[in-house]
Each structure stands twice: as C-alpha cells, then as structure tokens.
C-alpha cells in the first residue's frame, strides 16, 4: 500500500444531493445462522453459490479504493458476518487500510462470544448486537432459531474485550414485541450500552411477515409510539449525544442513565434521507447507493476482469451519482429485489 494518508482527500465522495458519502457497509455473506421474522421468509430464500460471493481480498481491495476516495467508516454485516471464515483477517486488513477511521460490525451475536477478543486484536473498534427483546422463548420465535443466552454471553465477551460502545438494535413490531419497550429502556439506567429502536422496514410480503404457529402478523409501530411508552413508563427523555456520531439515529437519556436511548426512524423521520451518509456494498460486490432503493451497480464483472482501479473508482462514483435524494416507501415503492438478509441492514 503506497498512498500515504496526507495525501487522502478529504471527502470529496459526495452525492448530488450534496451528502458526504462516507460510510459503507460491506454485507460478508448472504448466510445466517438464524431467521428473523422480519428479515428472512421462513422457507429461506436461495443462497447465492460461493464462488459469486466476493472473496475477503476483493472485499480489502474496494475498500482500499473507495478509502482512497474519501471513505473513512466501515461496518461489516450480513446475513451473519461471524459465520464468514476468515472475517477476523478482513477486520485486520480494512483497520490496517489508510484512510479507514472506525470499522464495527453488526451481529446477532449467536457465536460473538467465541470472536470478540480475536476481533477486537485485529482493530474492530465496537459491535452493534440484534436483540429484540429480553424474554429467552420470545426471543426464540421471533429468531427462529436464536438462543438467548448465547447472546447474552456474546456481549458480555465484547465488553471484556473493549469493544465499545454496545449498541443495541431493537426492530419494533406491534403485538410481538411493543409491550416490551420500557422494559428495554430501563436496561440503559444500569448498563453502558446504547439501544436503538427502529422502525420495522418493509422488506416481506405481507403472507410472509406472521409468525408460525401463532396469529401475529409483523405491524409497524411509529418511534412516536415507541417514545410516548417509554416516557409514560419511565418519565421524559433528555437530548444526548453519542460518542461515535455519523448515525442515523436521534439519541436521548433517561435522567441520571448510564446508557443512551436512540430512535431510528426510516418512515417517520423527515430528515431521515437528507443525512445519510452510506452506500451499502452486497456480498456478491453489488454497490448499493440507498438501502430502500432497488438500484444498484455491480464491481464483480470489474473485479474479476482485470479492471484497474481506476476502473473500479468508475463504478463506485456511478454509484455515487445515482444515489436516490429519498426512499419512496410512502408510495409503495418498496425494495422488490432483495430482502434485509441479502443486504446486511
Ligand atoms: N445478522 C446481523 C444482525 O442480525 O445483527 C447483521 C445483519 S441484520 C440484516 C442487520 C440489522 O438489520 C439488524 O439489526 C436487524 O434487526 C435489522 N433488520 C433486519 N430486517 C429489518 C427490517 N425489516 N426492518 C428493520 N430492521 C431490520
Ligand atoms: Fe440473520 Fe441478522 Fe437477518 Fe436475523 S436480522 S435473520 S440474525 S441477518
């Protein structure tokens, strides 16, 4: 690697909307070790064949490139990014990458307890964990396969191993898991973690969003709804800060917390689009400008032809110039092409 950081631009990675472009995140692999209702249709959905699966050295390379243009934050996801052999390695190489400032990795946690310390020596910074509620047979239906206590023991893993801040990634669904809000966000008066409620993003068809062997179809609760519960219960937020910013989410505290409260609000937060910062890259290397818009532009066929970087750099600024100013969800222009397992969140 050659290029000295000095001589990194800034961020001239700006759309047409005039965002700063920033922060990719980079989808591993399409494979999961569970099946989250609102994220997976239970009969599955056809894995991509391997060899079609970006390999971690064409993962680094984009990296290395879009780092050299101005990307600065990268969060590994999934599927499951901790079922990918070999993702400590590529932790290593894109925090060893110039440019990189923050690389964190999304995760269900299942297995995080095996990882967190090997992640953590080779530069992960921190870990935002799945975990839609604290009831071990709940949190079974709505993962489908998930074991709460795993989970439990993956984040007490990464807090020893110094990733933080923990944040917490809560999807609200009506009548599956809304009765349980306050009694999440009580959790952040004792613990240093940061959760995030977010809204549930329309990914399913409707016949695909209940949940087996009960009644209860996914329903979408706004962040009004969300917050207006947990101020009954627990009394007024107060405005915070996160200490890692750049995020889609609005952060508040409970008086005296240790913790953060953060709203993620896709639908109902006007603003929502005019601060995004990230483009998404899938795992078969197709760049995806805007999480809720189908469009996309694909690196394979450049990776695996010989392109150049500059070349590649191409691809990436077409990406970049083709990235929607605002979803169109409230139009019934939802994403068709993919479902949330096949992009990563
Ligand atoms: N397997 C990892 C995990 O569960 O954290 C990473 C991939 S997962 C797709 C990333 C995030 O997307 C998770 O926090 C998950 O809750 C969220 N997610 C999945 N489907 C969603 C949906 N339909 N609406 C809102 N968030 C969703
Ligand atoms: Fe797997 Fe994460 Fe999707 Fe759940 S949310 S099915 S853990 S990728």
Redesign the pocket.
């Known amino acids: 690697m050659t290029t000295s950081e000095d001589s990194l631009p800034l961020s001239p990675l700006v759309d047409p909307f005039q965002r700063s472009i920033s922060y990719l995140r980079v989808s591993v692999t399409d494979r999961?070790n569970?099946r989250?209702v609102?994220?997976m249709p239970e009969q599955g959905i056809p894995f991509v064949p391997r060899q079609e699966i970006l390999s971690l050295e064409e993962v680094a390379r984009v990296v290395r490139v879009a780092a050299g243009m101005g990307l600065r934050r990268v969060r590994l996801?999934?599927?499951?990014?901790l079922v990918r052999n070999g993702i400590a390695k590529l932790v290593r190489w894109i925090a060893e990458t110039p440019g990189i400032e923050d690389i964190s990795l999304?995760?269900?946690a299942m297995v995080l307890a095996s990882y967190a310390h090997e992640l953590a020596a080779a530069g992960l910074k921190r870990v935002?964990?799945?975990l839609?509620t604290l009831r071990p047979e709940r949190f079974r239906q709505i993962t489908r396969y998930g074991d709460l206590a795993a989970v439990r023991e993956g984040i007490a893993a990464a807090r020893d191993a110094g990733l933080a801040p923990i944040k917490l990634?809560v999807?609200v669904m009506r009548e599956v898991n809304d009765d349980e809000v306050a009694d999440i966000a009580r959790t952040t008066l004792t613990e240093d973690w940061e959760v995030r409620f977010?809204?549930?993003?329309?990914?399913?068809d409707e016949q695909e969003t209940c949940i087996k062997d009960t009644s209860l179809v996914l329903g979408f609760v706004p962040t009004q709804d969300v917050r207006r519960q947990i101020e009954e219960a627990l009394g007024p937020l107060e405005a915070a800060q996160t200490t890692t910013g750049g995020g889609p989410a609005s952060y508040y505290r409970l008086p005296g917390a240790r913790g953060l409260i953060g709203f993620i609000s896709p639908l109902t937060e006007s603003q929502f689009c005019a601060t995004c910062n990230r483009m998404r890259l899938t795992a078969e290397g197709k760049i995806r400008p805007c999480l809720l818009t189908d469009h996309e532009v694909d690196l394979r066929q450049t990776l695996r032809s010989g392109g150049s970087d500059d070349d590649l750099r191409a691809r990436i600024l077409l990406a970049l110039n083709t990235k929607p100013d605002a979803h169109h969800l409230w139009d019934g222009n939802r994403p068709r092409q993919r479902k949330?397992?096949q992009?990563?969140?």
């Open positions: 999961c569970l989250c609102y994220c996801t999934g599927g499951e990014p999304t995760t269900n935002n964990v799945s839609d990634n999807v977010i809204e549930l993003m329309p990914f399913m949330m397992i992009i990563g969140g």
